[in-house]
């Protein structure tokens, strides 16, 4: 019984111990294995081993279902892991703060601040009604269906948004 | 000697509960096992006893098993059952003690069970300390590397490899005297 795995102990020992202690330490470890192997253990009675098997045998249901239980605890784990991520990712994903700060940036500040909701709400009617008819205007440009001088419509339309724009952003 | 993808297929089928499996680990781990309790413990009955242990926790254990050498697993468990059973034989020794004042020798010759015979090296390695002598039987039945002892043990393996000359040398000469 001398396999010890892949090391080699000579090696080793001159880690640790000049060349001659090395040498020393090889051989009482040598001489000292040679006295074990000459004197064997007893081997385990041939019941014995039948009752460990037996007993084996007889526990085994008792840890498969050990087993069974906790896989299944593991399991409802992951799935309520999995559970609140989702809810996490689904609530991000609609966070009002957020979507808050994304329509800040369009809206401009003396309606976001403004507490007069009537006059607010009026405002950006008009301001939807100035939109879309600047997007028929252009729409009707692109598809030449503007009978009159087409600079002139341009240069009117850039005029028009630069109004629209200055008078919402006043507020 | 059963090793790599066998050892690891029937390694397998006892992590699913193949009592077949078991009882193969069972044939080729026990005779070590059981050197190993014997030589450490110097009683039959006791070596019985904790081999018996051994393969009950084998198989309450065997699902934290996650790899690496399974001998270097399983022969730590056969050391934590041995250095229980100590613990559990000084606890009875104290309680001893207290009742009957009964004066033990320091280093406790091994007791057999009735009509069992000691032989010399198992003679010898009673007058070596515990630590030592399951040291010793440790190296040599395991058949762990020193590196994989001195994980075991957590210390370095500069302190493995000098005890373990230490003891060794003393064997020796206690054995050619």
């Known amino acids: 019984m001398d396999r010890h795995g892949p090391e080699n102990l000579r090696e080793l020992l001159g880690r640790f111990f000049d060349a001659g202690q090395a040498e020393s330490c090889l051989d009482d470890f040598q001489e000292a294995e040679r006295l074990l192997r000459q004197d064997p253990a007893p081997e385990p009675d041939e019941m014995l081993i039948a009752n460990i098997k037996a007993e084996i045998a007889m526990r085994l249901p008792v840890v498969r279902a050990e087993t069974f239980r906790r896989r299944l605890w593991e399991m409802a784990g992951i799935a309520a892991a999995i559970a609140v991520l989702t809810l996490v990712g689904v609530r991000l994903s609609h966070d ?21 909701i009537a006059a607010d709400d009026a405002d950006l009617a008009l301001f939807t009604t100035e939109i879309e008819q600047i997007k028929d205007e252009m729409l ?32 | 000697m059963v090793q790599g993808d066998d050892l690891a297929r029937i390694i397998a089928g006892c992590k699913s ?14 005779s070590r096992c059981y050197g190993y309790f014997y030589r450490s413990t110097g009683n039959k009955d006791i070596s019985d006893e904790l081999l018996s242990e051994l393969f009950v926790k084998l198989v309450e254990k065997i699902g934290s098993y996650k790899g690496g050498s399974f001998e270097s697993w399983l022969f730590r468990i056969a050391s934590n059952i041995f250095h ?13 003690e207290n009742r009957q004042e009964q004066a033990e020798s320091e280093i406790p010759e091994p007791r057999q069970s009735d009509g069992e015979l000691v032989d010399r090296l ?11 002598r399951e040291l010793i039987m440790l190296r040599y039945y395991s058949q762990l590397s020193f590196k994989e002892m001195a994980q075991m043990r957590s210390e370095p393996i500069g302190t493995t490899l000098a005890k373990m000359h230490r003891g060794l040398k003393k064997l020796r000469l206690l054995m050619e005297g």
């Open chain 1, 96 to 116: 009002p703060v957020r979507q808050t700060g994304y329509y800040a940036s369009l809206i401009p500040t003396a309606i976001w601040e403004s507490t007069n």
């Open chain 1, 140 to 171: 009707a440009l692109e598809s030449g269906r503007d009978a009159g001088d087409s600079d002139g419509s341009v240069a009117e339309l850039e005029m028009e948004l630069i109004q629209i724009s200055s008078d919402f952003w006043k507020g």
């Open chain 2, 17 to 30: 509960g193949d009592a077949q499996c078991f009882s193969r680990v069972v044939d080729m781990y026990s």
């Open chain 2, 84 to 96: 229980d059973h100590l613990r559990s034989k000084q606890r009875r020794k104290k309680l001893l």
């Open chain 2, 122 to 132: 198992q003679s010898q390695l009673g007058r070596l300390d515990k630590e030592t």
